[in-house]
């Protein structure tokens, strides 16, 4: 089943874009803590509390790629928060800029 809608807080929102105001030089990049969870209307909505930017590990400009001990670590921030604060919590996206060119998926997306 597809996700029906994403609700992302403002703290993240402004994380996101902060971030992807930090270069024009290249894309930057970061994964995206929340859950996926039943809304009013039984859609499935993906709630986003947390950004983490990731380290670029390709170095072409209008590329981004993690790592998987990026990811692992991020997985396991996810757990530590589920378990301190009993919301659950996980990885369910990610995020990436794209100065300079049209918002819209490129071909590499």
Not at 19 to 45: F, N, Y
Not at 74 to 87: D, G, K
């Amino acid at each position: 089943m597809s996700l029906s809608s994403v609700v992302i807080t403002p703290e993240v929102f402004l994380a996101c874009t902060t971030h992807a105001l930090t270069t024009e030089a290249e894309e930057v990049m970061g994964l995206l803590l929340g859950d996926i969870r039943e809304d009013d209307k039984g859609g499935l909505m993906a709630q986003i509390r947390r950004a983490v930017p990731q380290i670029r590990t390709d170095r072409r400009k209008d590329r981004v790629e993690t790592s998987p001990e990026q990811i692992a670590a991020c997985s396991a921030l996810a757990e530590h928060i589920s378990t301190n604060t009993a919301v659950p919590t996980r990885i369910v996206g990610w995020y990436h800029s794209h100065p300079h060119i049209t918002v819209l998926p490129s071909h590499v997306d």
